[in-house]
DNA sequence: ATAAGAATAGAACGATCGTTCAAAAGGATG
DNA sequence: CATCCTTTTGAACGATCGTTCTATTCTTAT
């Protein structure tokens, strides 16, 4: 079927602007009207193109995610030690989530009233990160560079902090937060303690 | 001034459940309403207690800041070692922010909309717990027990992550979080990287 | 040029939001 | 028992919420 004119265009200005403001203000916090007004086109038109505001969320979520992912899997055979991965992936964290959903995603998790369906495809969402930090991890230790008793638990703090951290994004500049990332990394690795 | 009858109490409950939902839902997704039915008291009687919704958050929080200062100032001598009270810290911050308000407090922090004062107000209040956590490290430094190039960040860092532990609160059961939080510390103090 | 269909706007819906207010209820004091 | 003041209610406000619907504009095909 051919496209006949730009509307793939409008949706993808509507789901940018969309993302920017959920990132922003919370799921909640953000109004149909807000991403109507910040996108230029009307409330309807919002609605011409998805079904409603928690599947609107959802698609976003999930290109963001696919497309994370996918780039991840294509540059992180360019580094070779486990070490070199884990900071790569946290710079990689920060340069790629520029829409930091993932605060979004805990919002609309911790929500009693959102529907199973929903639940369930948040929760295969947050696995797509959190996959990649474990098989970084699990590198490290058939490498011999790293020591972790519990590569579950591990996996999961790390992305939790990663995840802290990109909260942040609107809120400092970049070259700190570039900053910050890396340094989590360094005690993530080495710790504090006098060796 | 003598207190007729137990008007205190009211006011005591109906901030309970307030922070309980605040926490559960977040400050946009939390409702009047849903304060009003949850605490059993009429909407306009919210209105009687607090001047309006943000003020009521706000005093919630530096109540429950304050309370958790407090507390920790008292018991934080109890412990000897800076390793020691690194662990005390993380636990007490589990057992204490039974209402996570962190979240609620990035919420409020990263919209435009709210006002400069409230917004200073906010500041303040994330500082508490990280002038807790400053003390420990320094005390650490002093110590010799902790080698640590840049105070500030680490403070900052390891206050993170403590505050992204808190969100699974109503979502994991209590010894696995637990769990979670002695292994962040272990991780935080010693890393992962083979010796 | 016209018909058809896709894209967009804008008004309108009922529900709920935060907030206000007037009135009722309740305990204390005389 | 009457009075006063505090506590509590419940209705009502305008604004905004997510959503629906109808009408209009624009693009393409005939």
Redesign the interface.
Known sequence: MKRHYDSDQTRKIIAEKAAQLFS??????TSISDISKESGFSKGHVYYHFENKEKLFMTIAQDTMRVWGDKWDAISPNYETA?AKLYAVAAFVLDNYKTPLL?VL??L????AADPQTLKQLYDLVETPMRAYEAV?QY?IDN?????E?LQ??T??FG??L???C?HI??MDYDTLH??FQ??VT?????????
Chains 1, 2 share one sequence.
């Open positions: 922003q203000k919370g799921f909640a916090g070490t605060k805990q919002e998790m911790t929500n009693p991890f490290g011999g560079e790293f020591v972790i519990d638990t591990t999961f703090l939790n902090w995840g802290a951290l909260q609107f809120t900053r910050m340094q989590s005690i993530f690795l080495g710790g504090i303690l006098k060796k």
